[in-house]
């Protein structure tokens, strides 16, 4: 009789796994997709996805990319007509001028904050972000073995980040740098001119860096968002296609840098991920020459937006961010739970619309949040009013 052999050690998982949480919003579509296979009706509002189609003019440029043939591999910074391009893009929006080859193009806006991650900060190193914030921060931080610093934003500052507040944590334990988001996600609440100013006046005093994330810019509803690089040479700016572009599945975005970090993300991108894909530079390039579709695209968000003001406080839903920008409401739900992941459950399975728990954006506070994102259509937006009218109304 053979004698057993003893089982075999398995290899550990990386211990900073254990600190990278799930992404909720994600879970919720997870969720609201199983009840579709149903058989039944789901209203999204749980993903910050535009419902309308990448521009026509950027599918015509990539199908005539594909009738060329061949696909291949290109610059890791990207290609130059896009790069130039983007640099044109920040004349034109916002009067800045920045040499093309400051533009790195990026594989969404994903791989543009891990790019700027490993090429600004040393293991360890401390970042200050925002609660509520958009929860992939935290997360890439920690997989890359940073420290997140969380500022708890509140509404005596405007629910923004404040020069103020990053003094006070930097004076606390030394920071390395921030990073802001405006218009932000989950609110939509922007950060105006001199604020901006300020921030990036504090980041050059204290020796920080500073990451402006402005995927959401061209989304605005009265005043125009403004860009860090108006007042900060030195800021590192994030932005993507997936918004205003809605282009979120064609995984194509930018990063604007000063020059001395020009090569070091270059080598890090020709190792990470080689070039942006070729035919999500093509149709991005050509998306720029769609402003009429994009903006009729907005005006339909705005549509939704003052509908949604209009009618949400009718269900008991009085306190939110303000929605300055972006798709989404960041809606506080105290009045009727202090469980907003079960809240956002019992909302799918019985009245069949899906939103995010605020816990996603903010671990202290967001047990009585939701974020609703209103990128949808008109249609549905007005049929998830009419499903939670009375549900919300047993809710209470």
Known sequence: ?????????????????ERVASFLAMDVLSAAAAK?????S??????????????????????????HGRIGYTEALGVAPLRERIARHYRDAYGVSIAPER????????AGFVLAFLSLFDPGQRIAITAPGYPAYRNILEALDLQPVVIPLTKADGWIMTAQAVERAHAEKPLHGILAMSPANPSGTMIGREA?????????????????????????????????????????????????????GWRIGWIVVPERLV???????????????????????????????????????????????QELPGLGITEMHPVDGAFY???????????????????????????????????????????????????DCREAIQRLRPWMSRAR
């Not at 509002?45 to 009738?67: F, I």
């Not at 533009?103 to 994903?110: A, D, L, P, W, Y």
């Not at 469980?339 to 506070?365: H, N, Q, W």
Request: hydrophobic share 40%; charged share 25%.
């Open 103 to 110: 533009v790195i193009v990026t594989t969404g806006s994903s």
């Open 263 to 309: 090569r070091p993300i270059e080598r890090l991108a020709q190792n990470l991920y080689i070039s942006p894909p070729y035919l999500s530079q093509v149709a991005a390039l050509a998306a720029f020459d769609a402003a009429d579709e994009l903006e009729a695209v907005k005006a339909g968000y705005a549509r939704n937006r003052a509908m949604l003001l």
């Open 36 to 40: 579709e296979r149903r058989g039944e």
């Open 42 to 67: 789901v209203i999204h509002m749980e993903v910050g996805q535009p419902s309308a189609p990448a521009p026509r003019a950027a599918r015509e440029a990539a199908k005539a990319a594909l009738e």
């Open 329 to 379: 409401i960041y809606a506080d739900i105290a009045r009727f739970t202090n469980d907003s992941i079960g809240f956002s459950k019992r909302m799918l399975e019985e009245a069949g619309v899906a939103a995010t728990p605020g816990l996603d954006f903010d671990s202290a506070e967001g047990a009585h949040y939701l974020r609703f994102s209103f990128a949808g259509s008109e249609q």
């Open 1 to 17: 009789m053979t004698k057993s052999l003893p089982p075999l050690p398995q290899p550990l998982i990386a211990r900073r796994m």
């Open 196 to 248: 901006l100013r300020q921030l990036g006046e504090t980041c050059r005093r204290l020796g920080l860096w500073f990451v402006s994330d402005e995927i959401y810019h061209g989304l605005t509803y009265g005043e125009a968002a403004t860009t860090a690089l108006e007042s900060d040479d030195d800021a590192i700016v994030i932005n993507s296609f997936s918004k205003y572009y809605c282009m979120t």
